[in-house]
């Protein structure tokens, strides 16, 4: 069974930062590309940022150029760092693992993140 664990969420002030990390286990984690989604109340979730195997990067522009994404693959991790927060940003943040040729799609069970304006 994939598992995907996420840590680092938290109450942070307008302007800080924080940074999320995704420990995955039971996976080859070099064949994964991983990626950051982000749910608000009342809102869907939305993908914010994502890594592939080889480190190309893509970001949503409401997070572009404050959230840099990051991989380990020799600790089978991914970061997401979290600067000039705005309360905005304030979600549940998942990881998810997606096999690079299958497209099977694996879930965290998500990390809180709240912004205090």
């Known amino acids: 069974q994939v598992q995907l664990v996420e840590s680092g969420g938290g109450l942070v002030a307008a302007g800080g930062s924080l940074r999320l990390s995704c420990a995955a286990s039971?996976?080859?984690?070099?064949?994964?590309?991983m990626k950051w989604y982000r749910q608000a109340p009342g809102k869907q979730r939305e993908e914010v940022a994502s890594i592939t195997p080889g480190g190309t990067t893509n970001y949503a522009d409401s997070v572009k150029g404050r959230f840099p994404i990051s991989r380990d693959n020799a600790k089978n991790t991914a970061y997401l760092q979290m600067n000039s927060l705005k309360p905005e940003d304030t979600a549940v943040y998942y990881c998810s693992a997606i096999h690079i040729s299958s497209g099977d799609q694996y879930w965290g069970q998500g990390t809180q993140v709240t912004v205090s304006s």
């Open positions: 039971r996976i080859i984690f070099k064949t994964y590309t």
